[in-house]
């Protein structure tokens, strides 16, 4: 089975204090840790076992800058045979529907029998692989938890309200979006990394993938973001500072005060 997996390089939040940008249209990007986006790198992982069981090949692509190399890099460390890296300059300030069209570009260069992207990433949307599935007219399952490959047919299950599961049959070519927790991401080590360090990572700009650059970009994105920033406190919240022992030791005072903890 020959897999795509959109993955997507995001701020590192257990390494990052996030703060907004003065223009409070962003956050504060300047030195930030970057890592892959969760959700994709259980996509990666679960597209390394489907193609370990019925063979193939598993490529990572990303739409992104020179930097966003690395996440490709570490998706090929954990065991993706290939990496893609889209990159233009008329490619920045695209919407979730610009970034759908331009990951189209790719999936319509190969060959793919199965497209995954994450849940949902850092901006929190949740919109890139519904609107890819659409673009490409490909049936789509989102939140899914469970794979199970066969002949021409996925059996996916998904997460539902409730606790409750969800097993379906999907067609394939299908796009599926992944959820956290449908297996566990092996660790990827320095040395898997500097085991790929030189593998050369094709990079294909708008021209490349035929994507009209009318349909991305800052200039195209129907849906602007007009405000960022944090909202006030509630009425009666506190928020908790120090160390973390500090915070986890008021915490406990607090939960002991209201009669949560004995
Ligand atoms: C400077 C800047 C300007 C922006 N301007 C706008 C704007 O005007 N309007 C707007 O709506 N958004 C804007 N964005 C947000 C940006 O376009 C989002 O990355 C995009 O909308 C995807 O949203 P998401 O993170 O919520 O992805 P989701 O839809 O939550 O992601 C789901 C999955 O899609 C895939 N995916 C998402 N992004 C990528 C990627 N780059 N490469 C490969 N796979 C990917 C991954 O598999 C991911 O798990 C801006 C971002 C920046 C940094």
Do not use: H
Not at 25 to 42: C, F, G, P, Q, T
Not at 75 to 84: D, F, K, S
Not at 129 to 143: E, F, R
Not at 224 to 244: H, I
Request: with cysteine.
């Amino acid at each position: 089975m020959e897999i795509l997996v959109c993955v997507k390089r995001v701020p590192d939040t257990s390494e990052n204090e996030i703060e907004i940008n003065s223009d409070g249209n962003d956050i504060e990007r300047d030195d930030l840790v970057y890592s892959v986006n969760e959700w994709d790198n259980y996509a990666v992982e679960e597209a390394i076992q489907i193609v370990d069981k019925v063979g193939g090949s598993v490529t990572v692509v990303t739409v992104g800058d020179d930097e966003s190399e690395e996440v490709l890099r570490r998706e090929m460390a954990m065991g993706a045979n290939n990496g893609l890296l889209l990159t233009d300059d008329a490619f920045e300030g695209s919407d979730g529907k610009g970034i759908a069209t331009i990951l189209k570009g790719a999936v319509e260069k190969g060959n793919y029998d199965l497209i995954m992207t994450g849940a949902q990433a850092d901006e929190g949307a949740a919109q890139v692989g519904g609107m890819l599935a659409a673009m490409m007219d490909y049936p789509y399952a989102s939140l899914v938890n469970l794979i199970e490959a066969g002949d021409g047919k996925l059996k996916v299950g998904r997460e539902i309200e409730g606790g409750n599961q969800e097993m379906n049959e999907i067609e394939l070519p299908c796009v599926l979006s992944i959820q956290t927790g449908i297996n566990e991401p092996r660790y990827v080590g320095i040395r898997g990394i500097r085991k790929v360090a030189s593998v050369e990572i094709p990079e294909l700009g708008a021209g490349d993938l035929g994507v009209d650059a009318a349909a991305i970009g800052e200039d195209a994105a129907k849906v602007k973001r007009v405000d960022y920033f944090m909202p006030d406190m509630g009425e009666g919240a506190e928020m908790l500072e120090g160390s973390t022992e500090e915070i986890i030791a008021k915490l406990i005072e607090y939960l002991k005060a209201k009669g949560g903890l004995k």
